[in-house]
């Protein structure tokens, strides 16, 4: 009796929650961890059917459930457990983890579950998502601010040339006795042009800075990167970079976050930029290929003066910079984004000069 | 002024040269355009009367275009155009010989002004330095005597002292004064002051 005792006080002061049940599934067992999980005390639950410690879909489902167990011997959760929902007294619905084994010891039969309330883990894994998105997104935000200036230079190309073109419009109305009609349709295509390209800009910016829960899609590889370097681009319009990006005919679509992969683009390209200030020849390129079976393949190669041996650790770590005035963040964001997409960064030398980055991206979900 | 006069746009944005050619024209002007400060410097001396140029563009900016573009000696005003512009770019766009900034998208109107405060710099520049070649033609046409009288009475000789200085009559003197008036089309001691100045600044 000594043993079973023992047994009691463990059964009484685990932390998880332990639950008997008979092949009918009423509760034989409860102990007092249940009682803290479900909110029930052990007089209330005993002899209760199961099914009062489930939500729906669980509870109507749960006796078909153990039947078809019964009479196939087909496990769905016995011997395996996993994350399920339960349901509190109070009505509230929980994720927890539940495990499940089956014994029969003489006329003592029946399923023994092992609950463990994920309520915790869960609240904190969901923070810890909130906290990376918000950090990719003050990143994104953060080098927005940086282009801003530029960008802003940008969006007046076409303003201006849009401003000209009705000016002259007016003008030659004013002063021409008789205008040629297609000349004014003229001056006001090439003014609509200009508008429309002013409004395309204007998108490219507000759909990278806008607040986003990570979306996931089928996205044009082609068409993210090529948005990035117009983003990009700009900056360094006082330079000699030559941009290209080359793109294998009828890539597939890819699988992932559109904004957060542009974002990758962004930060890459600005690298191996600011990695070529003073170099001659500065090539950029950006090259896609269907690298394995699944995956687009992605390099963004520079011709710039490279990374020194050293640095390679550090180079995900963040506020780690090379750059004077650089955050340091770039790589260590676009490294954590790729993860969240199953993947990573790798680098390797440019030759003769200068830095690859290449990453997969998946083209299923 | 005869004929029409040239504006020389500078910028990278073909929306943006193509919409000021129009305009331009449509306001009775003849237009070059070149892509870059390079472009233009390649091209070497333009005939213009006014540069509109970008101050941002890929290779040489419009700063940097605009000082060797002084260097090399040739003063077309140039009007520089931004889309960002902050004082600190007019105050060093201002410094580097510009004659007015005006910032992207501009109105016709202002833009209009600009160019006609440049050309009519343009106009005076141009002017001033007529009236200087035909003071070195006409000083050209002086005997040697005559150009020594006329230096020792622009250096503040009387004729009694200029007499002296050449040991001639002052009777002589005054000939010979009134025929440098004369031969150089002026009336008066101040003029052939104003005018010397003109033909040897240095």
């Not at chain 1, 196939?72 to 399920?84: H, L, N, S, W, Y």
């Not at chain 2, 193509?18 to 400060?37: C, K, M, N, P, W």
Request: proline share 4%.
């Amino acid at each position: 009796m000594a043993q079973s005792s023992a047994l009691d006080a463990v059964v009484s002061t685990m932390v998880d929650g332990l639950i008997v049940i008979d092949r009918n599934g009423h509760i034989k067992l409860f102990n007092p961890a249940c009682e803290t999980i479900f909110g029930y005390s052990a007089e209330e639950a005993l002899g209760q059917p199961v099914e009062l410690l489930m939500p729906e879909p669980y509870r109507s489902e749960h006796s078909s459930y153990l039947h078809h167990y019964q009479r196939t011997g087909d496990a769905q959760i016995i011997g395996i457990g996993r994350e399920v929902e339960g349901r509190r007294k109070s009505g509230d619905v929980f994720p927890m983890h539940l495990s499940v084994g089956e014994f029969q010891e003489g006329d003592l039969e029946g399923y023994v579950g092992v609950i463990h309330d994920l309520t915790e883990e869960v609240a904190q894994r969901q923070r810890l998502d909130d906290l990376r998105e918000s950090h990719i997104h003050m990143s994104r935000l953060a080098s927005m601010n940086q282009l801003g200036t530029v960008i802003a230079h940008e969006l007046n190309q076409p303003l201006t040339a849009l401003t000209n073109y009705l000016s002259a419009g007016t003008t030659v109305v004013q002063t021409q006795a008789d205008v040629p009609k297609d000349k004014l349709v003229q001056l006001m295509e090439r003014a609509t042009e200009q508008a429309r390209r002013a409004a395309d800009m204007l998108s490219r910016m507000r759909g990278f800075v806008e607040q986003g829960k990570t979306c996931k899609g089928y996205h044009d590889i082609e068409q993210l990167a090529r948005d990035a370097l117009a983003l990009v681009r700009p900056s360094f319009r006082n330079t000699s970079i030559n941009f290209e990006i080359e793109a294998e005919d009828a890539l597939p679509e890819v699988y992932c976050d559109g904004i957060q992969i542009q974002q990758v683009f962004v930060n890459l390209i600005r690298n191996g930029s600011e990695a070529m200030d003073g170099i001659d020849p500065a090539r950029l390129t950006i090259m896609l290929d269907s690298g394995q079976s699944d995956a687009v393949r992605v390099h963004v190669a520079d011709t710039g003066k490279g990374l020194v041996a050293d640095n390679i650790e550090t180079l995900f770590t963040p506020f780690m910079s090379e750059k004077p005035d650089g955050m340091g963040v770039g790589l260590s964001i676009s490294n954590s984004i790729l993860q969240a997409h199953g993947t990573q960064l790798s680098i390797r030398e440019n030759l003769p000069r200068g830095t690859v980055f290449s990453f997969d991206l998946p083209t299923k979900d | 002024m005869s004929g029409l006069r040239t504006i020389i746009i500078i910028d990278d944005d073909d929306a943006v040269r193509d919409s000021l050619s129009i305009l331009l024209e449509a306001h009775g002007f003849s237009i070059q355009t070149f892509v870059s400060g390079d472009a233009f410097l390649q091209a070497g001396h333009s005939h213009g009367d006014c540069i509109l140029m970008d101050v941002r563009m890929p290779g040489r900016d419009g700063l940097t275009t605009l000082k060797e573009f002084r260097a090399s000696g040739c003063n077309i005003p140039v009007i520089v155009m931004s889309g960002h512009a902050d004082v600190a770019m007019a105050v060093t766009a201002l410094k580097s010989g510009a004659i007015d900034f005006v910032e992207k998208p501009f109105d016709a109107g202002e833009l209009l002004s600009a160019i006609g405060r440049a050309l009519a710099e343009r106009t005076a520049y141009l002017d001033a330095q007529n009236a200087r070649l035909e003071a070195e033609r006409n000083f050209a046409r002086l005997t040697p005597r005559e150009k020594e009288i006329a230096s020792l009475l622009v250096s503040g000789e009387p004729n009694k002292g200029v007499a002296r200085a050449l040991d001639i009559s002052v009777r002589t003197v005054e000939t010979h004064r009134a025929n440098i008036l004369s031969k150089l089309d002026i009336r008066s001691l101040s003029d052939l002051v104003r005018l010397m100045m003109d033909v040897a600044p240095s």
